[in-house]
């Protein structure tokens, strides 16, 4: 008899891990809070206009490759490479700069501003190859059973990167260029992670090789929730059962194994292993009532910063806009430096702008256009009082509008907001956090809250805030470590 395997969450850790599970014979089911899968990786469906709630392009798709590989299956969505990867402009100039991955299209772009540019990028691109190479092995794709078998694994790595941990990651990058655009347009990686380029380490500029060499953005054909989809398709043909709105509040265990999760219905849950696909802190707090992981204790923690986004249809084109856009203010450094502790301002360091629609033609009516904002704001450990989300959405469509030229505040014809609250509320996310704990040195590697649990054997987890960390390719990877310590379980 097959072991039957519960997975606790749908975002893309528990998808892939069932469907790694599955693919080897394991009767696996899922139970989810929402009403459909996906966690952060979801989708918004009204009026006749689709949105990516979440991620909205994605890298390293050769992680997807190697998940598909591993359960007999080939990659189950379609995907397209981005050219140019995205788009930035500056508050106040009428330059759009296109991040193109062929170094001398990319160089073009800052003939004037930043003297030697080819060079100065090969050089850092290096140094980051160089990072990546070198740790991503050791440090990122393997399990960890201790802190002291982490450090020695450190330890292997050419210890000519030491000075590199000693710095953030604005500090290294300006060590290569010199002008306020290279440095800003390089840095703005470090926001991928939930922080900001002044506290994120700089041994995470490795992150620019993987943007601009190694592996670049794709699109999904049909939107990112197509991933999800998808993968539901390959596990609904393995006998894989889902059970939505179904939230998890309490467990049942024997001695040193878990018998059951119960959810907020009286409803019990069993099996022979479990895997937590919530975050990794928050649930070992609030389920589990680990003292380790009470509110206290999760407060002290470094957590990612919030996301204002909001999902906007309009009734005209915008054949100005790219499909991906990075709008800079004039606060860059003042405002990264200080965004989880200064809520006030309304003008903020970068605002993210996705046309959905651009390449997606079903995701907005005819001769309309579906746009996707996300803007960094504090958590909700800095900022308790999102009354003034409209304040902040009226400055950023001003400024959108003035900067594209054309104003859409009179073409919106839908529109839907998710402040830290929603992202609190809907998704679990401890407080509003939107990529869960942050990297910073003390919580990577085996730092980071374990992907096995300390009490229960039978008991793993998967997501952002355990091992390796956040991003989907991230997740995926989780899955797979994952699933290496469920094998080694049963």
Request: proline fraction near 4%; hydrophobic fraction near 40%.
């Amino acid at each position: 008899m097959s072991k039957r395997v519960l997975i606790v969450g749908t975002g893309l850790g528990g998808l892939s891990t069932g469907l790694r599970l599955a693919s080897k014979g394991f009767k696996v089911i899922f139970v989810e809070k929402n009403k459909q899968p996906g966690g952060r990786l979801n989708q918004i469906k009204k009026d006749g206009f689709t949105f990516d709630v979440g991620p909205s392009f994605f890298s390293m798709p050769y992680e997807f490759e190697e998940l598909a590989n591993d359960c007999g299956i080939k990659i189950p969505f379609e995907f397209i490479e981005l050219d140019p990867l995205y788009t930035v402009n500056f508050s106040g100039s009428d330059k759009m700069f296109f991040l193109y991955k062929d170094i001398d299209k990319l160089s073009e772009q800052f003939n004037g501003i930043e003297p030697n540019f080819k060079e100065k990028f090969s050089a850092y691109i290096k140094k980051c190859s160089e990072l990546y190479n070198d740790t991503v092995d050791v440090a990122i794709k393997q399990n960890f059973n201790s802190i002291p078998t982490y450090l020695w694994s450190l330890l292997q790595v050419n210890p000519k990167h030491l000075p590199v941990l000693l710095k953030s990651f604005w500090q290294q990058v300006n060590s290569f260029f010199d002008s306020k655009e290279a440095r800003q347009i390089v840095s703005l990686i470090a926001f991928f992670l939930g922080r900001t380029p002044f506290d994120t380490n700089a041994i995470y500029t490795l992150l620019s090789y993987i943007e601009f060499v190694h592996a670049g953005y794709y699109n999904v054909k049909g939107g990112m929730y197509a991933i999800v989809d998808s993968l539901v398709d390959e596990l609904s043909k393995l006998d894989v059962s889902f059970n939505y709105e179904t939230e998890i509040t309490d467990f049942k265990y024997s001695k040193n194994k878990l018998t059951s999760f119960v959810d907020k219905n009286g409803g019990y849950w069993e099996a022979d292993v479990f895997v937590v696909n919530a975050d990794a802190a928050s649930f070992r707090g609030s389920v589990f009532k680990r003292k380790q992981f009470a509110p206290y204790k999760l407060n002290k923690m470094s957590w990612t910063m919030g996301y204002l986004t909001f999902y906007i249809g309009v009734n005209v084109k915008l054949p100005q806009v790219e499909h991906h856009n990075y709008f800079l203010g004039n606060n860059y450094e003042e405002y990264s430096r200080d965004v989880m502790k200064t809520p006030g301002t309304l003008e903020k360091p970068y605002y993210y702008v996705n046309v959905v629609s651009k390449h997606n033609n079903d995701c907005a009516p005819d001769g309309c256009e579906a746009l996707f904002f996300v803007c960094p704001v504090p958590n909700l450990l800095y900022k308790h009082d999102w009354t003034d989300k409209n304040d902040i959405i009226t400055s950023i469509i001003a400024d959108f509008s003035e900067r594209i030229k054309q104003d859409i505040s009179k073409n919106i014809v839908f529109q839907t907001v998710y402040t830290p609250e929603d992202w609190q509320n809907q998704f679990n996310l401890y407080k509003g956090a939107g990529l869960g704990l942050s990297h910073n040195m003390l919580q990577i590697g085996a730092f980071r809250p374990k992907n096995f649990d300390e009490k229960f054997i039978n008991t793993f987890y998967v997501g952002a805030s355990t091992i390796p960390g956040a991003g989907l390719p991230m997740a995926v990877i989780s899955s797979k470590l994952a699933s290496e310590r469920i094998m080694k379980y049963v």
